[in-house]
């Protein structure tokens, strides 16, 4: 299954981008890719544009992708808006390849992008928490963090996950996070100073939880017939799958496990004709560390309730049984909504093509990649693996 | 008129205001589908799995577990001044699983997953009410 390639991508630097608008973010990662394209002219190549964008209320924009394709000289074009919650990413991906593999356009470019930090962090967790269900779970205040904090309580209770196990999760990532130069948060921590900052939400701490950020990345998806014109050295999408969960988190029978990455893991590697064991590197929704722990499980790097060992042992760093987020991922890189599932798909197209060396956290030889996007608690999951 | 909860932000149709008003006398409500028997806690006005309306009244009965809890300690702005509180999920009738606020916690003893609750209503100020679990 290689019918679909992305022969381009680009990234803005992620973080508290106060010198920048949700356009000027689209518009930096637009800039990017054009700068690193090997051959290819946006004007004359691109046939639509599929822009994700999470949440309006952030930024302030209505209908967001009329103001980015004015932005970034693709008026007169086709485009569509698209919108999972923190899936917007992987949406607009699969909607792009969707667009390709149907025939309907050749070559698509997606740009993923957020403006989170315009309003307070109080507003910012108040417009979150109004993902949970407005009528039976919002009365009572519970944050997003919340949500997954009822997971992680259950998880410690039933596998004899630990505290220690969550804070490797995010030392891990920050150690990464540091050597990537477009991450909000530059800094490697200690286990000591993970394991003790603030709670947010029992058992989650300040370090258990990744960023409110600024951000955008986009990408070129084409018809594989047309990739090598484009470059040497695409990627292809090599499985594409997704599944969906209860609204209420309290009516899912398991709290420790993601029913909808289940199915969506199952059907990704159906379809590219791999398993867990063949995958190089994972840029997983390390939205909280609890959420790093069951994407190991989810996805198969270690049997349901062993997620938290594979963090401990430091499995997941490069040269270990499989590198996850080694661009820092939520964590250190930053959560900008509509941009994550995109800048996945940067990291591993940059991995996958051996450009990230300068950087000191290249996996070497890395030949797939899979990229894991969760929106909400698992009511939206895109999984897709990418190949050479 | 009665409300659910601490806040609410959707408009009040004419079904939640029965539900807060059975909470008023004591009574919390689940459905169950007439046609194909699911049913539902928190309740629900339609049948997902059927598509039926015909949806009957069922009684939650007090005694239930623990599954999970956490403590909010940086909350939304809608509950500013509220942190810390403990949001938990409760299970009753054998099976139904709701979403609430754990008060009356002395120990970690109370906080053991697993633990026997009871759930509660409570009234509010400004004419709220609410469902809450106590441990038992
Ligand atoms: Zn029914």
Redesign the pocket.
């Known amino acids: 299954m290689n019918d679909v390639a992305i022969v381009a991508a680009g990234q803005s630097k992620f973080g508290k981008r106060t010198d920048a608008g949700l356009r000027n973010l689209a518009f930096e990662a637009v800039k990017d890719l054009v700068e690193h394209a090997d051959n290819i002219s946006l004007k004359e190549d691109i046939d639509a544009t599929v822009i994700g964008v999470a949440g309006d209320e952030f930024n302030g924009q209505g209908a967001p992708a009329a103001v980015l394709i004015d932005e970034i000289g693709m008026v007169g074009k086709p485009t569509i808006r698209v919108e999972s919650a923190c899936a917007t990413g992987t949406a607009a991906i699969k909607t792009a390849y969707s667009l390709v593999k149907s025939g309907l356009h050749d070559t698509v470019l997606v740009v993923g992008v957020e403006k989170m930090t315009a309003v307070s962090t109080a507003k910012a967790t108040e417009l979150m928490a109004r993902a949970g269900d407005i009528r039976w779970e919002y009365p009572f205040g519970c944050t997003f963090p919340g949500f997954y904090a009822l997971m992680a309580t259950k998880h410690m209770e039933e596998y004899g996950t630990t505290k220690e196990m969550l804070s490797s999760v995010s030392v891990k990532n920050h150690f990464y996070g540091a050597k990537n130069p477009k991450a909000h948060l530059r800094k490697e921590i200690t286990l000591e100073e993970a394991m003790n900052s603030i709670m947010i939400a029992h058992p989650l701490n300040l370090y258990d939880c990744s960023l409110i950020s600024d951000g955008a990345a986009a990408v070129v998806v084409t018809k594989a017939d047309l990739a090598k014109k484009y470059t040497d050295t695409p990627i292809y999408v090599r499985g594409i799958g997704s599944g969906s969960d209860t609204m209420q988190i309290s009516r899912r029978p398991s709290l420790t496990s993601l029913t909808g990455a289940r199915i969506a893991a199952q059907a990704a590697y159906k379809m590219a004709g791999v398993g867990p064991e063949d995958i190089d590197l994972a840029e997983v929704h390390d939205c909280f560390t609890i959420a790093e722990i069951i994407a190991y499980e989810d996805l198969g790097f270690a049997k349901p309730g062993e997620g938290g060992k594979l963090a401990l042992e430091g499995q997941t760093y490069i040269g270990g049984k499989v590198a996850v987020n080694v661009d820092g991922g939520l964590k250190s890189k930053g959560h900008p909504l509509g941009a994550t599932g995109v800048s996945q798909a940067y990291e591993i197209f940059r991995q996958l093509r051996g450009e990230v060396a300068s950087e000191g956290r290249q996996v070497d030889g890395a030949e797939i990649g899979l990229s894991h996007n969760v929106g909400q608690t698992g009511q939206f999951v895109n999984v897709i693996i990418y190949g050479r | 008129m009665k409300k659910f909860g601490y806040v609410s932000v959707e408009h009040y149709v004419p079904f939640m205001q029965e539900f807060a008003e059975e909470l008023e006398k004591g009574n919390i409500i689940a459905t169950k ?1 007439k ?4 049913e539902y806690f928190p309740p629900r006005e339609e ?1 997902g ?4 309306t015909d949806m009957e009244k069922i009684k939650i009965e007090p005694e239930g577990t623990l599954v999970t809890y956490t403590i909010i300690h940086v909350p939304p702005e809608s509950h500013a001044n509220m942190a810390p509180y403990i949001v938990a999920v409760g299970e009753f009738n054998n099976g139904l699983r709701t979403m609430a606020h754990l008060v009356g916690v002395t120990s970690m003893d109370d906080l053991k997953v697993g633990r026997k609750i009871k759930i509660v209503v409570q009234k509010l100020e400004n004419d709220r009410i609410v469902y809450k679990f106590v441990p038992a």
């Open positions: 589908c046609t194909c028997g699911t049948c799995n059927c598509y039926s």
